[in-house]
């Protein structure tokens, strides 16, 4: 058993490792947010291509905004006139879903958000995926199977959604053809306005330290990367090492960049009887980063943690407010404006 699960997992980091040396997938998603009960806008939406926002919308300012250079270069004031229209039909219709996610939970007034998180992926054989997922308070709801076009209820207060939804072809028809077609044709046209953002190749910046508190641990930090892709791995005197091992999620940095963190557990006395390392692997990389876990890695007296630590929590204040605070769970102009108008339907 054992020896067979050291394949596996050997054949798995194979295909991953092949796959980031090669492989380039551009990707293309909106996230759509209804909140109520606290100070903030009640309705957002932001776009993002290969993670970098692109765009940006609030109940507040009323008006859908470029966030990147390469997006208000090449689109004129018709397409944020029509991205404005898409984002006030949704808002209305996320007012609605809010009460009706609270009345099928039996809630009253508190904090509470609904979600709605749609793309596309489009890899460079050609390949495409596509999918919809809706969320409320952090968890899953209701998601699109594009492959039997039917709904996904994983919970019970979601059925009734889910027979509407499941008995309403035009609806699955337009988001089948949205998720397969236009959203695929958007992607081409967005990687083509940002080629020189979207497909460059940044270098990480890794440190490797160790922590004593609640137990002892050693973290491998990257963070500066472009694209998302990256692939962290322990190793014990030459080995790899797959157990007490924690991969973080990967954070947005504010200049489009990308960082990650990876936990290993082990004990103080294992550090000094072994030679432990973090290998970092990065498409931009000619060879793997080999990093050994040594004293000269090891920050005293907090300094380089403690900056790691606050660029850490600037990065979750600036996804709290991108995001509205809540997890966003584990993912032919006119035409495009006439199919999200069709997609912003409720189910009450």
Known sequence: MCRCSAVIKTLIFLIFYLH???AVTHTLQYVYTGVT???FPEFTAVGQVDGQQFDYYDCNIKRDIPKTEWIQKNVGDDYWSRETQNRHRAQEVFKVRVGTAMQRFNQTKRVHTVQWMLGCELDDDSTTRGYSQDGYDGEDFISFDLETL?????????????????HNSGWKNQLKNYLENTCIDWIKKYVSYGRETLERKVRPEVLVFQKHSPSPEVVCHATGFFPKAVMITWQKDGEDV??????????????????IRSIL?????ELQKHTYTCVVQHISLEKDLVLPVNERRIPKGGG???IITAVVAALCVLNSIVFVGIVVWKQKVR??????????????
């Open 20 to 22: 980031l040396s090669s």
């Open 265 to 269: 557990k082990v004990p103080a006395e």
């Open 242 to 259: 797959h157990e007490d091992v924690e991969l973080r999620e990967t954070l947005h940095n504010q200049d489009g960049s990308f960082q």
């Open 304 to 306: 380089s943690i403690a």
């Open 150 to 166: 039917t709904w996904i209820a994983p919970t019970p207060q979601a059925l009734i959604t889910k027979n509407k939804w499941d």
């Open 37 to 39: 009960g606290i100070n």
């Open 335 to 348: 035409k495009e404006a006439d199919v999200k108008k069709g997609l912003f339907i409720s189910d009450k």
